[in-house]
């Protein structure tokens, strides 16, 4: 009889001793879940972090890559220019009709300008190219404006103290008008 309560006993804690360990194994079980979830959220936080140091590089270098564009120094600076029409099929434009303005030659480090100035007060600005010792100028305006104007210039004849070449008008795709354009140097 002692050997059948001995054995019971034992028996008993047996279970007591392996239902404390499934407790334990719940427990660690969980544990390690946490852990897991953990790891995934700091795997991503160190994916976004080198995600961001990519960027951060990237910017750098296309900072130190971006070339400055200038205008070479016989176009760059102020112009006084003339403009006369010489041909138009437009209303707007009479063939003969004159128009002096101050022509500034500049850059916004990252492309070419060129201001439109008429009694101190900006008329318009055209977006440029140097190619080849010639000048293009465009100028087009929005798709809500009312008009839809477009001007292209190609100032072709580059010479020390003066520029000649030709602005072409495009209004609505309907008319077209064309002017010679002079550009001297204003003496100080």
Not at 7 to 26: A, G, H, T, W
Not at 118 to 123: A, F, Q, R, S
Not at 142 to 161: C, H, R, T, Y
Request: charged share 30%.
């Amino acid at each position: 009889m002692l050997k059948n309560t001995l054995f019971i006993i034992l028996v008993i804690s047996f279970f007591l001793i392996s239902c404390d360990d499934k407790k334990k194994e719940n427990d660690l079980l969980a544990r390690e879940k946490q852990l897991l979830e953990k790891e995934k959220l700091f795997a991503q936080k160190e994916s976004e972090y080198q995600a961001l140091l990519k960027m951060r590089d990237s910017i750098f270098t296309k900072k130190d890559s971006v070339q400055v564009v200038m205008w070479p120094a016989e176009v760059s600076g102020s112009w006084t220019g003339k403009v006369i029409c010489t041909e138009s099929n437009c209303s707007d434009y009479v063939v003969g009709d004159q128009r002096t303005d101050t022509w500034e030659f500049d850059s916004d480090s990252t492309h070419l300008v060129t201001k439109i100035i008429n009694n101190n007060n900006l008329v318009r600005v055209y977006s440029g190219k140097y190619d080849k010792n010639e000048v293009k100028l465009n100028f087009k305006t929005d798709s809500a404006s009312k008009k839809q104007v477009e001007m292209n210039i190609l100032l072709n004849d580059i010479a020390p103290g003066k520029i000649r070449g030709t602005r072409s008008i495009t209004v609505d795709n309907s008319c077209t008008a064309k002017f010679s354009v002079e550009l001297v140097r204003p003496t100080k």
